[in-house]
């Protein structure tokens, strides 16, 4: 079993940045592979950024790309989601999940889930 609990989230104006992190207990975060997903009042969950158990790929939605970077370290067990450049439609919670197998983008994939974290961009 494998816990994952989130925080970073806050809120912003438009043009700032946050850190969000991730952090694992349960077991070793080196075998997950670790996404990050968002969640808009009245949308669907949607996927934001992925990385594999080793870090060596990484999945963006193209929303995302350019501004947000997903990054991990393995002995603290630790995912993150740096976000630059915020906007307004970036306002969302996000949450944080993990996988025993290879990456992936899609959110019913995931085994594990964390609570979210609340990022609102203001105008």
């Known amino acids: 079993q494998v816990q994952l609990v989130e925080s970073g989230g806050g809120l912003v104006q438009a043009g700032g940045s946050l850190r969000l992190s991730c952090a694992a207990s349960?077991?070793?975060?080196?075998?997950?592979?670790m996404g990050w997903f968002r969640q808009a009042p009245g949308k669907e969950r949607e996927f934001v950024a992925a990385?594999?158990?080793?870090?060596?790929?990484?999945y963006y939605a193209d929303s995302v790309k350019g501004r947000f970077t997903i990054s991990r370290d393995n002995a603290k067990n630790t995912l993150y989601l740096q976000m630059n450049s915020l906007k307004p439609e970036d306002t969302a919670v996000y949450y944080c999940?993990?996988?025993?197998?290879?990456?992936?983008?899609?959110?019913?994939?995931?085994?594990?889930w964390g609570q979210g974290t609340q990022v609102t961009v203001s105008s």
């Open positions: 349960g077991r070793t975060m080196s075998s997950l592979s």
């Open positions: 990385m594999s158990w080793v870090g060596s790929s990484t």
């Open positions: 999940a993990a996988r025993g197998r290879a990456i992936t983008r899609q959110s019913t994939q995931y085994d594990y």
